[in-house]
């Protein structure tokens, strides 16, 4: 079975500070998804970013940048120029090549301080 | 509106009780997804379905009942609700065209508490 593992249960960030935030899964799968969700206190469940397994460019979103590191299985969500707004719960997620199943990771609580 | 909206936001139920929660998508999405949030757990997958009247077990599908009879709907039934139950719940959906690049799109979540 895919497991995530995100193994910082807390970060903190300076204001404009740059924060990275990690993620590793386990699969047998060559091919599949991957994603950074964040939820702020409203609940919401709101995707960041996204990568595809079989791309080796990391993907960006503006602020907000990957490191895919496809043979150590590992899934980091890099935060520049933090802002009071980013603060949040940050889920790394994977979903395999069938099936469109999300598998979750505990979550990392992001605080941002000004 | 178009999206998906979950409905209620808040429920207080007590033991032994059959609650259900509702879920509702516009955008004729294929697959439909109940995911449960505790802390500590993540979101952990309940049940899913790939289609009308197509549905199967996720990871904690124990106490929970589904049914899709129309591709828009996806209730989630606890048929006798426990302490355990309490927790926050999601209901998702998401396009079958793994060319879209899967994106899942969240309700807004349903606070359930068993008392």
């Known amino acids: 079975a895919q497991t995530v593992t995100q193994s910082q249960p807390e970060m903190s960030v300076q204001e404009a500070e740059t924060v990275t935030l990690s993620c590793t899964y386990d699969?047998?799968?060559?091919?599949?998804?991957l994603f950074w969700y964040k939820q702020p206190p409203s609940r919401q469940m709101i995707l960041v970013i996204r990568q595809e397994a079989y791309k080796q460019q990391n993907a960006t979103e503006n602020r907000f940048s990957v490191n895919f590191q496809k043979a150590a299985k590992s899934f980091s969500l890099k935060i520049s120029d933090s802002q009071l707004g980013d603060a949040a719960m940050y889920f790394c997620?994977?979903?395999?090549?069938?099936?469109?199943?999300?598998?979750f990771g505990a979550g990392t609580i992001l605080r941002v301080k000004s | 509106d178009a999206g998906i909206t979950q409905s209620p936001r808040y429920k207080i139920t007590e033991t032994g009780r059959q609650v259900t929660l509702m879920c509702h998508q516009t955008?004729?999405?294929?697959?439909m997804f109940w995911y449960r949030q505790d802390l500590g757990h993540g979101l952990r997958l309940i049940y899913y379905?790939?289609?009308?009247?197509?549905?199967d077990k996720g990871e904690v599908p124990d106490g929970y009942v589904v049914s899709r009879s129309k591709t828009e709907n996806f209730p989630l039934t606890l048929e006798s609700a426990t302490r355990s139950q309490t927790s926050v719940y999601f209901c998702a959906s998401s396009p079958i065209d793994r060319a879209s690049n899967t994106e899942a799109f969240f309700g807004q979540g349903t606070r359930l508490t068993v008392v």
């Open positions: 379905s790939a289609a009308a009247d197509i549905t």
């Open positions: 699969t047998s799968e060559s091919d599949y998804y």
């Open positions: 997620a994977y979903t395999p090549p069938y099936g469109n199943k999300l598998v």
């Open positions: 955008w004729s999405h294929s697959y």
